[in-house]
């Protein structure tokens, strides 16, 4: 007969099971043959110097203690990293993707546990960023452009405190920790309610009204101004 703590645990991780999220994650990784027991960070970025990517192969290698952790690296470019992996002894554990289809791309997003932005400078909008937390996966981030506005409102633990590799590591430590169903769920909410189309055209309606109605004001203050002086030009007795 089972404890009540065996039972409590076995209530816990039957609620774990039938979260959507938790679902979504376990299909993804069957149609992509990542192990349920993996622990991925994923990341999609073009192979050049500002993406980071050489900081985030020196950050897996300072991971050595974490078991399970598997590093997948997808795009393509002009930077090379075989070597590096080779050379940091990050084979078994850092897999380079190259290019991934438009089809299997949401399927790597869903599947992974947490998404690194290790960009070292440069950084936009971040929409991978967007594209990720949409998918319910968290996303360390490196403070450099957009990062910061984007993960701080989220959860501030999520942004690294520096873009060197050791910065680096602590957060990915942090977040691989924090990669609950509970965060997940958070992630994806956050993204909808940020960056859902509706919303974004939303804004940009308002700020089109609002620049609008300024610029109007300004314009009717100019014309009153011209009216002013032109009365007070035509007025007699008054001097020009």
Request: a negative charge; proline letters at 4%.
């Amino acid at each position: 007969m089972a404890t009540s703590s065996e039972a409590f645990e076995y209530a816990i991780k039957k609620d774990v099971r039938n979260n959507p999220i938790v679902r979504e994650v376990d299909e993804a990784r069957q149609r992509l043959g990542v192990d349920s027991s993996t622990r991925l960070v994923f990341t999609v970025r073009r192979l050049e110097p500002r993406m980071g990517l050489e900081n985030l192969l020196e950050a897996v290698a300072l991971l050595d203690d974490m078991e399970g952790v598997r590093v997948a690296i997808a795009g393509s470019g002009g930077l090379t990293l075989g070597d590096r992996v080779d050379r940091l002894g990050l084979g078994d554990r850092v897999e380079l993707l190259g290019r991934v289809s438009d089809d299997d791309l949401p399927l790597w997003h869903k599947a992974a546990d947490l998404f690194v932005l290790p960009t070292v400078a440069y950084e936009g909008f971040g929409l991978v960023t967007a594209e990720a937390l949409a998918s319910g996966t968290p996303v360390v981030g490196t403070p450099v452009g957009a990062t910061p506005e984007l993960l701080e409102p989220l959860d501030s633990r999520l942004l690294a405190r520096g873009i060197d590799s050791a910065s680096l590591a602590t957060a990915i430590r942090t977040g691989l920790r924090i990669a609950q169903p509970a965060l997940r769920a958070r992630c994806r909410d956050y993204a909808l309610a940020r960056f859902a189309w509706d919303r974004v055209i939303s804004d940009w309606s308002r700020i089109l009204e609002d620049t609008m109605l300024r610029h109007r004001g300004e314009r009717e203050l100019i014309e009153a101004g011209d009216l002013h002086r032109h009365a007070t030009a035509d007025a007699p007795g008054v001097a020009s």
